[in-house]
T-cell receptor
Framework: NAGVTQTPKFRVLKTGQSMTLLCAQD?????MYWYRQDPGMGLRLIHY???????AKGEVPDGYNVSRLKKQNFLLGLESAAPSQTSVYFC?????????????FGPGTRLTVL | DAKTTQPPSMDCAEGRAANLPCNHS???????VYWYRQIHSQGPQYIIH???NNETNEMASLIITEDRKSSTLILPHATLRDTAVYYC??????????????FGQGTILTVHP
């Protein structure tokens, strides 16, 4: 049981390049989330999904797209990377328990945009 | 979701109890108090949550005041590995906003030898 895994762990992009971050969970969770964390700050929600085939915008969705084609995977895409997207990206998942909302986080992807 | 206020930093001696306060004076009746922590460079980790009763698990205890306007996370015997940023989050369970967490600045807890 690997929990939540993220690929890649590190990436350096040039401005304007595109990339996709992959999040996978093996806990059969319904909900999945993408957050970003800038230095010295708390996490901010980018997009989230409440089930396969569904996605929704979070607090800071601009410049990102997501897809949830399979229940276990949640992809975060940057179509045209900008230096402002330099950050650590965390994926999380949680079960569909009404009064729990316990989220399980991945180890993070450290992205630098030059 | 209700706003929370936490001290920016706290120190604790190894082996002693660490008591981390959180104020949430605008909490609503259907909002829960959650605690997460983030050890340096790692993803956040769920610790505990509660509605109005005190809660305890293998990691910590959560004490919520009777008026629910504040709470305290207690690590009974802090170790060096408990050095982390601790986040107090108040949110509704269920409904269309379920699952989303709003992280503030948190409290940096430093455990000293």
């Amino acid at each position: 049981n690997a929990g939540v895994t993220q690929t890649p762990k590190f990436r350096v992009l040039k401005t304007g390049q595109s990339m996709t971050l992959l999040c996978a969970q093996d806990m059969n969770h319904e909900y999945m989330y993408w957050y970003r964390q800038d230095p010295g700050m708390g996490l901010r929600l980018i997009h989230y999904s409440v089930g396969e085939g569904t996605t929704a915008k979070g607090e800071v969705p601009d410049g990102y797209n997501v897809s949830r084609l399979k229940k276990q995977n949640f992809l975060l895409g940057l179509e045209s990377a900008a230096p402002s997207q330099t950050s650590v990206y965390f994926c999380a998942s949680s079960p569909n328990y009404p009064y729990r909302n316990e989220q399980f986080f991945g180890p993070g992807t450290r992205l630098t945009v030059l | 979701d209700a706003k929370t206020t936490q001290p920016p930093s706290m120190d604790c001696a190894e082996g002693r109890a660490a008591n981390l306060p959180c104020n949430h004076s605008t909490i609503s009746g259907n909002e829960y108090v959650y605690w997460y922590r983030q050890i340096h460079s790692q993803g956040p980790q769920y610790i505990i949550h509660g509605l109005k009763n005190n809660e305890t698990n293998e990691m910590a205890s959560l004490i919520i005041t009777e008026d629910r306007k504040s709470s305290t996370l207690i690590l009974p015997h802090a170790t060096l590995r408990d050095t982390a940023v601790y986040y107090c989050i108040v949110r509704v369970a269920g409904g269309t906003s379920y699952g989303k967490l709003t992280f503030g600045q948190g409290t940096i807890l430093t455990v000293h030898p």
